[in-house]
T-cell receptor
Framework: NAGVTQTPKFQVLKTGQSMTLQCAQD?????MYWYRQDPGMGLRLIYY???????DKGEVPNGYNVSRLNKREFSLRLESAAPSQTSVYFC????????????FGQGTRLTVV | GENVEQHPSTLSVQEGDSAVIKCTYS??????FPWYKQELGKRPQLIID?????GEKKDQRIAVTLNKTAKHFSLHITETQPEDSAVYFC?????????FGAGTRLFVKA
């Protein structure tokens, strides 16, 4: 039982390049999330998917797109990377309902130069 | 939009002392308040949570209190130990969105 798995763990991009961060969970959770973590700013929600087939914007969606491929997988795409997107990205999942714990992946450290 | 304010941003205590971290939330619809601990280079992990129908919850050396009227909730760690040193995040959740505070870096000096 791996929980939430993210790939890759590290990535360096040049400005303007595109890439997709992958996330998969094996806990049969309905809801999945993408956060970015910057020093002194905590975890900010980029996009979330309450259930398979739905996605919604979070606090900081600009410059990102997401795809809920199936119940297990939720990917985050940067179409044209910018230095401001240098951050640590965390994927998380939780069961349905308003008061359940979120489980996090191990994070992806992305640097845009 | 919804936000969560967390104070202090840094907290240094002596081993054995207590540590208190306070948060304020803005979304009246929030009904779930988790606290996460994040060690350096690792993922956030849940340490305790409280739901809106409960005012206080305790788990060994950790306790959380909630005042829904004032939209305040707090984390209390008693008898702190060096391994408690980490970044702690409060969060509030209404519906499917969990909004996090900016974090508190706790240092426990031996």
């Amino acid at each position: 039982n791996a929980g939430v798995t993210q790939t890759p763990k590290f990535q360096v991009l040049k400005t303007g390049q595109s890439m997709t961060l992958q996330c998969a969970q094996d806990m049969n959770h309905n809801s999945m999330y993408w956060y970015r973590q910057d020093p002194g700013m905590g975890l900010r929600l980029i996009y979330y998917s309450a259930s398979e087939g739905t996605t919604d914007k979070g606090e900081v969606p600009n410059g990102y797109n997401v795809s809920r491929l199936n119940k297990r997988e939720f990917s985050l795409r940067l179409e044209s990377a910018a230095p401001s997107q240098t951050s640590v990205y965390f994927c998380a999942s939780s069961d349905q309902g308003a008061s359940t714990e979120a489980f996090f992946g191990q994070g992806t450290r992305l640097t845009v130069v | 939009g919804e936000n969560v304010e967390q104070h202090p941003s840094t907290l240094s205590v002596q081993e054995g002392d207590s540590a208190v971290i306070k948060c304020t939330y803005s979304d009246s619809a929030s009904n779930y308040f988790p606290w996460y601990k994040q060690e350096l280079g690792k993922r956030p992990q849940l340490i305790i949570d409280i739901r809106s129908n409960v005012g206080e919850k305790k788990d060994q050396r950790i306790a959380v209190t909630l005042n829904k009227t004032a939209k305040h909730f707090s984390l209390h760690i008693t008898e702190t130990q060096p391994e408690d040193s980490a970044v702690y995040f409060c969060a509030s959740r209404g519906g499917f969105k969990t909004i996090f505070g900016a974090g508190t870096r706790l240092f426990v000096k031996a």
